[in-house]
Nanobody
Framework: QVQLVESGGGLVQAGGSLRLSCAASGRTFSNNPMGWCRQAPGKEREFIAAISRRGGVTYYADSVKGRFTISRDNAKNTVYLQMDSLKPEDTAVYSC????????????????????WGQGTQVTVAS
């Protein structure tokens, strides 16, 4: 059974940093793009970052560009999201996703292109 389990969320002051991790089990995703999305209360899910199978291609939503960094460690079957300069509007549940695609240099920014999702971890940024 495939599982994606996020960790690293919590409460942080505005301007602070957090590093989220997403560990996959049940199969390897070293040949597949992975990504992160978030959903704040009362808002639609927003896809914020994606990374290709070898990490050579990344995507960032405008809302996080320059502040968040996605990376991966294929040996650990894990994807990370380093979040710096956090703002209160970054408060949301953050979930990771993995795709079945094996295309090279492919980091799709659309949620529907991902096949597996984690349960999410809460990030709260206090002003």
């Amino acid at each position: 059974q495939v599982q994606l389990v996020e960790s690293g969320g919590g409460l942080v002051q505005a301007g602070g940093s957090l590093r989220l991790s997403c560990a996959a089990s049940g199969r390897t995703f070293s040949n597949n793009p992975m990504g992160w999305c978030r959903q704040a209360p009362g808002k639609e899910r927003e896809f914020i970052a994606a990374i290709s199978r070898r990490g050579g291609v990344t995507y960032y939503a405008d809302s996080v560009k320059g502040r968040f960094t996605i990376s991966r460690d294929n040996a650990k079957n894990t994807v990370y999201l380093q979040m710096d300069s956090l703002k209160p509007e970054d408060t949301a549940v953050y979930s990771c996703a993995a795709s079945n695609s094996r295309t090279f240099n492919y980091a799709p920014p659309e949620s529907y292109k991902y096949d597996y999702w984690g349960q999410g971890t809460q990030v709260t940024v206090a002003s």
